[in-house]
């Protein structure tokens, strides 16, 4: 993508006001690290939104609220109790793209290896849009991640934040990214929420991403988990179910079978963590 100009807006009514006038010719612009992966030919004017106070994470009640231009490295960074997002931040990329590049970038514009939307989905975050009124729209993930997001920004409008409920005591987190090397794309990510009762699975959540053609939740796993044992036997026969919802890809030269049984596996180390991460809280 051609850059031609470059505002800097002193505030977000500002940005979107610019986005607007500027209509299909502007964008925002985060970090910026995925400009080489957008194939527009026509120039466009840039409208920075990294100077208007959306970097930050705080706790706000019963959610983290993680601002837009929040990068990377600093969910990688960020400890507290209930929040698991540094696991998956430390394996996208490298340090210099996790550096610039933010959590709105990876979601706004959700590309086939992006690892944030699956995460995110997991954890039943919401999104927060600025559309010109005084109340933001907050958009559940269920919604946000049904189809590609960049639509709903095409008029100008902007995601502020992102709200990921804190991990309450028996719930756990487990992701896991399979990738050729440490700073590759994703062959597959999955990630599941799991919400323990008496050693049983009262609630699961459980997504796929990078090895189908856009990220979704497995409901007939998460179907195969209620009400059971939180064991790896239990794990193994419900990962053998995402087939049921996933249309695995052939990605990177391996084939749609390899992927398959790579999602599966790498889906029984997510319950497994979740499971540890909730009964680890509970001691
Ligand atoms: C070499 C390399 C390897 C990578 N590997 C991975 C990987 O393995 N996994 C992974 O998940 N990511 C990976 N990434 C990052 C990913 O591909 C994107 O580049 C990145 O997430 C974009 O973030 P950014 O802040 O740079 O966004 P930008 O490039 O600034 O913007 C991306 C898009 O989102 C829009 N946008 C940004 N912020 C907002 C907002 N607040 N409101 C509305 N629209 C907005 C922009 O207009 C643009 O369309 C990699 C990047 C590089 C360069």
């Known amino acids: 993508m051609k850059l031609c100009e470059f505002i800097s807006p002193a505030s977000l009514s500002e940005a979107r006001e610019a986005?607007?006038?500027l209509g299909?010719?502007?964008?925002?612009?985060?970090?910026?690290?995925?400009?080489?992966?957008?194939?527009?030919?026509?120039?466009?004017?840039?409208?920075?939104?990294?100077?208007?106070?959306?970097?930050?994470?705080?706790?706000?009640?019963?959610?983290?609220?993680?601002?837009?231009?929040?990068?990377?490295?600093?969910?990688?960074?960020?400890?507290?109790?209930?929040?698991?997002?540094?696991?998956i931040a430390r394996h996208i990329s490298t340090h210099q793209v996790r550096n610039v590049s933010t959590i709105g970038g990876n979601i706004c514009r959700i590309f086939p290896w992006a690892d944030l939307p699956v995460v995110l989905l997991a954890m039943n975050a919401s999104?927060?849009?600025?559309?010109?009124?005084?109340?933001?729209?907050?958009?559940?993930?269920?919604?946000?991640?049904?189809?590609?997001?960049?639509?709903?920004?095409?008029?100008?409008?902007?995601l502020t934040a992102v709200k990921v409920p804190a991990l309450k005591a028996h719930q756990g987190f487990g992701s896991v990214k399979a990738s050729r090397n440490a700073a590759a794309f994703s062959l597959v990510t999955v990630a599941a929420l799991l919400e323990l009762e008496n050693g049983k699975i009262k609630t699961a959540r459980v997504t796929a991403g990078s090895a189908i053609p856009f990220p979704h939740r497995l409901p007939a796993v998460e179907a195969a988990l209620a009400g059971r044992e939180a064991v790896p036997a239990v794990f193994k026969e419900a990962a053998a179910k995402a087939s049921s919802d996933a249309r695995w890809c052939a990605r990177e030269g391996m084939g749609a079978d390899y992927i398959k049984q790579l999602a599966e596996v790498s889906l029984v180390d997510a319950l497994e963590k979740a499971a540890a991460f909730a009964n680890g809280r509970n001691k």
């Open 19 to 21: 986005l607007r006038e």
């Open 127 to 158: 999104m927060m849009i600025y559309n010109g009124s005084e109340k933001e729209e907050e958009v559940a993930a269920d919604d946000y991640f049904a189809a590609q997001p960049a639509k709903r920004f095409s008029g100008g409008n902007l």
């Open 24 to 87: 299909p010719k502007g964008m925002p612009l985060a970090g910026g690290t995925a400009l080489h992966f957008m194939n527009t030919k026509t120039p466009v004017t840039a409208v920075d939104i990294t100077r208007l106070g959306l970097s930050y994470i705080r706790r706000e009640g019963d959610a983290f609220a993680i601002g837009a231009t929040t990068p990377l490295s600093d969910l990688q960074r960020h400890r507290a109790d209930g929040w698991a997002l540094h696991e």
